[in-house]
Every structure is written in C-alpha cells, then in structure tokens.
C-alpha cells in the first residue's frame, strides 16, 4: 500500500510540475540554431539544430528594428516580429521580440499569444493598452485591465488573454516588446472569428454573438487586415 500510495503522489507531482512548466522548456545546451536540413539534424525544441561546428555570429544577429513599419493599413499599425523564424539562434532560448509602429489613432487590434507573456514598453507616443481576464463564474463579466502609457511606461500581458493597444494620440507611436517564447504565435480575434478559411458558419456566429445572421454576413464579407 505504501508503494501505491508514493507511486500516485509522483505521478501527481509530474502532472501538476508538467502544468506548471507549459511554456518553453529550458535549453539543455548553450545554443541550438535553427536550420532546414532535417536530413542532417534532430529534433530539439520544434526546430531542428544547425551543426555547432558551422555556426556563426551571424546566426544570432538580426538588423532592421531601426526601420519603421508600414501603417498605411485599415488598423493603422504594424508589427515586425523578431523570433526564430528570422532569427534562428534564438532556438529553444524562450525568447522574441517585436517592434510596433502606430499611425495617429492607429491599433493594435485584440489578439492572444498562445505560447508567450508579453511585456511592452513605450518608446514614443501615448498609448491605451489593455487585457481582458479569462472566462469567470456565473453570471459575472470578464475583467477588463487598462492603462494609459507614456514613453518609458511598461506594461505586462499574461500568456494567452486577450489584449489591445491604441495610439490615442495625434502623433506617431512606437513600442517594443519581449515575448517568453521564441515562437508565441498570434491569434487576432477579429480575424479569427469572421476571417477564417472556410469561414465559420454564420448561425453559430449569429447565436454566439446574439445578433441577425446579415450582422455575420456582412462582417464576414469584409477583408481583415493582418498587421503582423
């Protein structure tokens, strides 16, 4: 009974520290570059390693952030991402980074990370930023967190809520963040939602969001800009 009882509480503890650690794992080696070849490689952390031997400064080196990104688009703001897709020694370090530039007005529209935290900071502009907390108890509303932001301010989004950020001011902004994976992914609800492929069917839509299915329809038509 006592061996029982010690197995259940290790398997206990393994699935509550696998829950605790769901974010990316810590290297177990100094570095692991990304690389295409998989005939060559294996598999570490989603990207397969470039042989130490042919790794140079260059592969952990990315220039470009000085450059402003292109808002003329329907939400007027851009994100240039830096993770391991353009930058692969960021391999298995748990790590990226974004530059995002906001027209006057422009937005950052709502979206969730599902494999990063976010942490921003204001380098010029005024921002209003916000996250939204995850479903609560019955006949409660989702909690809304807001704040407006100054260059120098910095603000936390926690993994996977919904969040926003909005230029409310006349001028230019711009923002850099960290993000705690070197792949966070980005889900922009809007375009989730009504821009899918193949869309969603519009009566769930329509019964979701309590309103006339021509409500789905038209939004439905219309063309979600991606800023990412």
């Known amino acids: 009974m006592a061996l029982k009882s010690f ?18 794992p810590s290297p177990l080696q100094d570095f692991c570059v990304a690389v295409n070849d998989s005939m060559t490689t294996v598999f570490v952390n989603g990207k397969v390693c470039k042989d130490p031997k042919v790794v140079t400064a260059d592969d952990f080196f990315k220039s470009g ?45 709502p979206h969730t990370h599902p494999r990063g935290t976010e942490v921003l900071t204001v380098l010029e502009g005024t921002l209003y930023v916000g996250f939204v907390l995850s479903n609560p108890g019955p006949n409660m509303k989702n909690k809304l967190f807001t704040k407006i ?32 994976s070197q792949n966070p992914g980005v889900i922009t609800i809007a375009n989730a939602v009504f821009g899918s492929d193949p869309p969603i069917n519009g009566d769930i839509l329509a019964k979701a969001f309590q309103v006339d299915k021509k409500v789905v329809d038209y939004l439905q038509s219309q063309f979600w800009w991606d800023n990412n």
Do not use: C, E, M
Request: net charge neutral; aromatic share 8%.
């Open 7 to 24: 197995v259940l509480i290790i398997a206990i503890l393994a699935v509550v520290t696998s829950i605790s650690h769901a974010s990316d």
């Open 65 to 109: 952030l000085n450059i402003a990104g292109n808002t003329s688009n329907n939400v007027g703001s851009a994100v240039t991402a830096v993770n391991v897709n353009n930058l692969p020694g960021l391999n298995t370090l748990g790590i990226s980074l974004v530059r995002i530039d906001y027209a006057p007005y422009g937005l950052n529209p």
């Open 149 to 180: 932001l100054h260059p120098g301010d910095v603000f936390v989004f926690p993994i996977g809520l919904i969040h926003f950020q909005f230029n409310v001011g006349k001028t230019k902004a711009v923002a850099f963040a960290g993000l705690s």
